[in-house]
C-alpha cells in the first residue's frame, strides 16, 4: 500500500508540475535561455540516457546525423525535454524487436530534428488533434497513463523558439514526429 500511495502521489506531483509549464507557456511568463548549443551532443547524450528504457523492450534508439557539428541558438533544456518526450511516446508504441531513429539535419537554415519509430502508426483524423491540450492518442485501444499534455507542451516550447512542429505517420509502419529550429526571428530576439 505504501508504494501505491508514493507512486499516486509523484503522478500527482508530476500533473501539477505540468500544469504549472503549461501556464507559464501560455501566460507569456516563460522565459526562454537562449544559447548557441550543439545539437549533436545533446542528442547523442538524450539517446544514451534513454537506452535502458529502450532495452527491456528489446527496441533500439539509433541516430543519424548528417551534420557535424549542428549548431543552433536555442534553450537546450526544453529542446531535450521535447525530444525525450517524442521518444518516450516512441516506446510507449513501438512494439519489441522494434527500433526509433533520432535524426538531425540542416535544411534551408533550420536545424530539423525527428524521431522515427516501427510502431504501429497513428491514425490521420487523429494526427491533427496530437498537439492539442488534454488530448492523447490510444493505440489499439490500449490507454498508457498519460496527463495528455506532453505533446501539448512540446508545441508550446518549439512555437517560443519560432519553429514550427509535426507528426507524420502511417497505420502499421510507424510514425515521425519532429520540430525545425534555428531561424532568428522576432521572437527569439525579443528573448534575448
Given at each position: ?134 488530448w492523447q492518442a490510444t493505440s489499439g485501444g490500449r490507454y498508457y497513463a498519460s496527463t495528455g499534455l ?16 509535426w507528426c507524420e505517420s502511417i497505420l502499421g509502419k510507424g510514425s515521425t514526429f519532429a ?14
Amino acid at each position: 500500500m505504501q508504494d501505491g500511495l508514493h507512486s499516486s502521489n509523484e503522478s500527482l506531483y508530476q500533473l501539477v508540475q505540468t500544469l504549472l509549464e503549461v501556464y507559464r507557456y501560455e501566460s507569456g511568463a516563460m522565459q526562454l535561455s537562449l544559447e548557441e548549443h550543439n545539437l549533436e551532443k545533446m542528442i547523442e547524450g538524450v539517446v544514451l540516457e534513454l537506452q535502458p528504457l529502450a532495452k527491456p523492450k528489446n527496441i533500439k534508439i539509433v541516430t543519424d546525423i548528417s551534420m557535424r557539428p549542428c549548431v543552433a541558438i536555442c534553450d537546450i533544456g526544453e529542446i531535450k525535454r521535447v525530444i525525450q518526450n517524442f521518444i518516450d511516446n516512441a516506446l510507449k508504441f513501438t512494439e519489441s524487436g522494434g527500433r526509433i531513429t533520432v535524426s538531425l539535419e540542416q535544411i534551408d537554415g533550420q536545424s530539423v530534428i525527428k524521431v522515427t519509430d516501427t510502431g504501429k502508426g497513428i491514425n490521420e483524423e487523429d494526427q491533427a488533434k496530437l498537439f492539442q491540450r488534454f488530448w492523447q492518442a490510444t493505440s489499439g485501444g490500449r490507454y498508457y497513463a498519460s496527463t495528455g499534455l506532453g505533446l501539448y507542451l512540446c508545441r508550446k516550447i518549439i512555437e517560443l523558439h519560432g519553429g514550427r512542429i509535426w507528426c507524420e505517420s502511417i497505420l502499421g509502419k510507424g510514425s515521425t514526429f519532429a520540430f525545425a529550429i534555428g531561424k532568428v526571428n522576432s521572437a527569439i530576439s525579443q528573448q534575448k
